[in-house]
């Protein structure tokens, strides 16, 4: 369990792993391209990360990597602190995670995938970090309570569905590096209980917005900052 990082295995096709946690597993699949071994998960008292009281658990940088099996069983996690290092949250990593509050992404972050957070109905922020340059699709759908958004400037493409169900999110502010906005980015899945306010770096965003149904032209207002 001590071991964070191998270097170069090959021609082990029939061989068989046993490691000390998922995030091994999955690193040893997606790097080593290890799909068709057997690698067995083995039980073990400490875990590469730090569990805290009341739900928070602390990933150390040594962990790049994030999937949907990582966590599995453990909906009760109200917070997550992440260390510069990680890379890659993959698809739906902490999907319908009802008592996520709070998450904080280093500026490691290169890519956060589809549905990962989608279904976090208590997450009521989020900070996206500047390594980022795209929103996968449903990354932050139906997050129902997540109130205010400040998209990186570096992000090019902001996916189909991306915060799609956010019904309670009021502003959002979205950088000229932005080029794409997919279908239904900021649909609302309900009528809208608050005012809900986008602030572009152009005209011509604000149209795009509107024109492709990014946004619920009848609950939101687009002002255009300097």
Known sequence: NSIT???GIGHMK???FKVYSEV???FLIHKFHLRDCNIEV?????EPWAWKNDGVIEIPNTIT???KNTFKGRS???SVIMRNGMLTIGDKAFYDFKNLREVELPDSVEYIGNGAFSGCISLASVILPNSLRCVSHNAFSDCANLERLIIPNGIINIGLTSFYGCNNL???TIPA????IEDSAFGISKPNICARKFYVPCDAMKRYLIQYHSIDKDSAQCEVYD
């Open 5 to 7: 990082s191998i270097d």
């Open 42 to 46: 083995m039980p073990c008292e400490s």
């Open 76 to 78: 009760d996690i109200r």
């Open 65 to 67: 990597y994030i999937d």
């Open 177 to 180: 590096s932005v080029l794409s």
């Open 14 to 16: 029939n061989t068989k």
């Open 24 to 26: 091994m597993k999955n």
């Open 170 to 172: 009021k502003e959002v």
